[in-house]
């Protein structure tokens, strides 16, 4: 199966093709960089293929061995995006399938795009530095000179050398994680070598390393099970951790090997990070990473999980080609990520997360209304384009969306599940971009469901869905709205009082909100977003009332700065802009920088079309709280950049 070239890296993957990986690696705090080796174990896909070409960003590039023999290397120009492209001479009269070893040594440096280091006022025990990656979508050759695309899988081992405890995207060789941190020796003084391996091929933006004083916990086995699974946390939250996920993580994986292929890598851990952290979850392979804005002592937040586990079959298992086929990652997993939700709780959990979703989706595609083709699910990058100028909710929620219209054109879940499977066990380990999916689709269903199927599939709007643009979907979609009712009835009696200006008269009680889980308070408050902005005193008493003026639940939080600057122009706004900024960059007494995307980019939007000089100052005075990849985009969002 071929796959088209991909427009966000230099790397001549298509002639000569990296397998598998080798990272040799000194972690140094004091100086703030990786440091060592990567060997890559590359095979000629063309033959006599005299060069290879590896994507590189920001690294001190300082010799190259070819099979153990001094190389010949060089750095083309540099790339705003791509960084630039690191070419070795290969020997001439090799075949295809020929395989040679390439060393490169190199360090990272200061303007590493895929590495935060925390000082260790940033942590939570505030004893210890910390250091974590994020690679996806294309910063993987910030932390390696690799052929940073998802049409390349590999395999790899590491050795990392550290004063901190050391994890990765892998399976841990030694020291072993259950016995003593750091292997008995003193943390943060004396150096261990942490051993990983990593025997299922991926693509290098799932490589990950965290390094911070760390513990683990096991959670129990599971009979018939070969995997495990445990959490991993600063020392001061590793109990809250368990507690969180504990009745949660193996009751999703079981539940998802129900209805996909078995877990093929081995082991499923999950790592709280520090508040800086951009994203809800990494999928990052045996290892996601978490926010720790999901710590809410509840257990109210623990579905997160689903989604990232749900990536271990779709998008590190079947993985998109190259950005432009983002969706393939996302939707399916966010479509997956619901039928388990409908397995774990009710049918009505899975249409209550689909609506709450649509609201994101919304505000997604009004985001990119002057960008339209980015409110595309397939998206044609331009060669060197930033695939995260595009990265928004539309391929997750759209793509959803689209999959369940598809479940219910061809006869209901059921019906669909045998194909999801059969999906999944075609293209494991593979990449592939949405014409092959497409492709497969028609085939399976051709065979499995006659004419009728095929017919099914013809009346679908495939333009529409995969190339279309607007705020629409190209059809109305339906949902059960059982769990929302409520919700919707309730914010309909706040629209109703804003004529009232005695609000102590409004007749609106704490225990309004008895009843209600977290996902109908999140509901609740997207539903005022969709009436004109309340009242200042409204949203005051709103905010005090039902505790989402001092919520350590950033979910409710966030919702609510959202209704209270949904008006830009109001006194409402005015008031709470300044708040919303000093709860973004954690000084609302909490000194918790809230990092992840989700929450800091949209708050600062909100503010700034409330008082752009605010946003701007209060951004700047906090802008290294944020991992590099958030303050980037924030700058942009910003217009700093």
Known sequence: MSLPPDPTTQANWQDVASEHVDFDWTVDFAKETISGSVTHTLVWRKPDVREVIFDAQALDIQKVLVEDKPGEFSLGPKHEVMGVPLKVVLPADRAVGDKIRVQIFYSTTKDCTALQWLDKEQTQGKT?????????????????????????????????KSVLPALLSAIRVAPPATGPAHDGKEIGKDY????????????????????????????????????????????????????????????????????????????YDVLVLPPSFPYGGMENACLTFL??????????????????????????????????????NEGWTTYIERV???????????????????????????????????????????????????YSTV???????????????????????????????????????????????????????????????????WDEWLYGEGLELPVEMIYDTALAREAFALAEKWDASRSESDVSKLGFQEADLSTFNANQKIVFLERLQSYPALPSTHIQHLGALYGFLSTPNAELRWRFYEV??????????????????????????????????????????????????????VFSENKLSFHPIARRLIEKDLGLA
């Open 395 to 461: 391929p997750y929620e759209k793509g959803a969306n689209f999959l369940l219209h598809l479940e219910r054109m061809l006869g209901g879940l059921d019906v669909f599940l045998p194909y999801v499977h059969d999906y999944v066990s075609t293209f494991m380990g593979k990449s592939i971009t949405t014409e092959d999916w497409k492709r497969h689709l028609y085939a399976y269903w051709a065979q499995h469901g006659g004419e009728e199927k095929v017919k099914a599939l013809d009346r679908i709007k």
């Open 128 to 160: 210890f530095p910390f250091l974590f990656s994020q690679c996806q979508p294309i910063y993987a050759r910030s932390l390696a000179p690799l052929q940073d695309t998802p049409s390349v899988k590999i395999t790899y081992t590491a050795n990392v």
């Open 192 to 267: 261990v070598t942490y051993e990983y391996k990593q025997p299922v091929p991926i693509p290098t933006y799932l490589v990950a390393i965290a390094v911070g004083n760390f513990r683990y916990r096991a959670l129990p086995a599971v009979e018939g099970k070969e995997w495990t699974s445990g959490v991993w946390a600063e020392p001061e939250l590793i109990d809250a951790t368990y507690w969180e996920f504990s009745e949660a993580i193996n009751k999703f994986l079981i539940t998802a090997e129900k209805i996909l292929p078995p877990y093929r890598f081995g082991v």
């Open 564 to 617: 209270a600057l949904l008006d830009p122009a109001s006194a409402a706004a005015r008031a709470f802009a300044p708040a919303a900024a000093q709860w973004v960059v954690g000084r609302d007494g909490s000194g918790v920088v809230r990092g992840r995307m989700k929450f800091c980019r949209p708050t600062f939007r909100a503010v700034a079309r409330v008082d752009r000089t605010l946003a701007v100052e």
């Open 340 to 390: 388990l939700l409908q397995l774990l709780h009710t049918p009505a959990d899975r249409g209550f997360s689909f609506l709450i979703g649509r609201t994101s989706l919304t505000n997604a595609l009004k985001q990119y209304t002057s960008k339209p083709k980015y409110q595309r699910l397939v998206i044609d990058f331009d060669v060197g384009e930033d695939p995260d100028d595009a």
């Open 291 to 328: 926010t720790p804005t999901l710590l809410v002592g509840d257990r109210t937040l623990v579905d997160v999980v689903v989604h990232e586990l749900t990536h271990s079959w779709f998008g590190n298992g079947v993985t998109q080609a190259n950005s432009t086929h983002f969706w393939l």
